[in-house]
């Protein structure tokens, strides 16, 4: 069974643009999550997607955004690139409500540099 | 204060050794709490669940003590494969669950 991926591997932006990273969950999984890692630092919850919907968003501001398409993939785009942004993003997938207990699946990462 | 604290480390211990992590909630609502493990550069992978009555996994232990809020984790035997990041993350209900992670411990096993 394949797990989560992740895409691009690397990216490298300059401060004021924008990006956006791609997530597939684990085939039958509809919740994604992404997480935050700057060097140094644990991981950050970003933001949580169920059936296409928002659900819950962690302590970042408004330039982080991101949707889940009917496919239960993700994107998260980072607008207006702060050299801060620079980080480990890592996205998570789910089956179900993890209030039932599940378990989160990482993928490996987008490295994103922001210079 | 941070909503999930855990010592940062490191803990360098030799081979055979047990070692022991505590992590700290703040939040009393918590619900679920988990111990994942994290090799440099990749992703956290779940090493176990932790449950009220405490449970075993091989050389891990994990428990809980609600009235103080805090979980550890014991390594029995260490071993060089055991060397990586161990991350303590809690779960709560706040209108939808949120996860919080600890900033994780490092541990580095030497032969």
């Known amino acids: 069974e394949a797990g989560v991926t992740q895409s691009p591997t690397h990216l490298i932006k300059t401060r004021g643009q924008q990006a956006t990273l791609r997530c597939s969950p684990i085939s039958g999984h509809t919740s994604v999550y992404w997480y935050q890692q700057a060097l140094g630092l644990g991981l950050q919850f970003l933001l949580w997607?169920?059936?296409?919907?928002?659900?819950n968003r962690g302590n970042f501001p408004p330039r982080f955004s991101g949707r889940q398409f009917p496919n239960y993939s993700s994107e998260l785009n980072v607008n207006a690139l702060e050299l801060e942004d620079s980080a480990l993003y890592l996205c998570?997938?789910?089956?179900?409500?993890?209030?039932?207990?599940?378990?989160?699946?990482f993928g490996p990462g987008t490295r994103l540099t922001v210079t | 204060r941070k909503e999930v604290e855990q010592d940062p480390g490191p803990f360098n211990v030799p081979e055979g050794a047990t070692v022991a992590f505590n992590c700290t909630y703040s939040?009393?609502?918590?619900?679920?709490f988990f111990w994942y493990r994290q090799d440099c550069r990749k992703e956290p992978k779940l090493l176990m669940s932790?449950?009220?009555s405490g449970n075993e996994d091989g050389r891990f232990t994990a428990q809980l003590n609600r009235a103080s809020q805090y979980i550890s984790l014991l390594i029995r035997d260490s071993k060089l494969s055991d060397s990586a990041t161990y991350l303590c993350v809690v779960r709560f209900n706040t209108g939808g669950f949120k996860t919080i992670f600890g900033a994780g411990t490092r541990l580095f096993v030497k032969a």
């Open positions: 998570a997938s789910s089956l179900g409500n993890l209030g039932q207990g599940g378990e989160q699946y």
């Open positions: 997607y169920d059936e296409g919907e928002e659900r």
């Open positions: 939040n009393s609502a918590s619900q679920s």
């Open positions: 932790v449950y009220s």
